[in-house]
Nanobody, 115 residues
Framework: QVQLVESGGGLVQPGGSLRLSCAAS????????MSWYRQAPGKERELVAT????????NYLDSVKGRFTISRDNAKNTVYLQMNSLKAEDTAVYYC????????WGQGTQVTVSS
């Protein structure tokens, strides 16, 4: 059974940092690209960052380039999203997703950036 469990969200002030984690199980993690998405209230879900199976290929949403870093540890079946210089507009529920066919999503973790 494929499972994706996100953690690490919370309330942070503008300019602060958070590190999100997504623990995966139930499939051969190291064979698939992994992505982080986010969905703000009243908006569509958007792709934030993607890392290829080996970690050598990475892409970011333009608005997070230079502030967010996606990485993965295939030995731990975990993908991370380091978020620095957070802004109010980064407030959203963050989800991880595997490229494995089937449309699997985690439950999400809330990130709120507010003073």
């Amino acid at each position: 059974q494929v499972q994706l469990v996100e953690s690490g969200g919370g309330l942070v002030q503008p300019g602060g940092s958070l590190r999100l984690s997504c623990a995966a199980s139930g499939f051969r993690f190291s064979r698939y690209a992994m992505s982080w998405y986010r969905q703000a209230p009243g908006k569509e879900r958007e792709l934030v960052a993607t890392v290829t199976s080996g970690g050598g290929g990475i892409n970011y949403l333009d608005s997070v380039k230079g502030r967010f870093t996606i990485s993965r540890d295939n030995a731990k079946n975990t993908v991370y999203l380091q978020m620095n210089s957070l802004k109010a507009e980064d407030t959203a529920v963050y989800y991880c997703k595997t490229a494995l066919s089937g449309g699997y999503w985690g439950q999400g973790t809330q990130v709120t950036v507010s003073s």
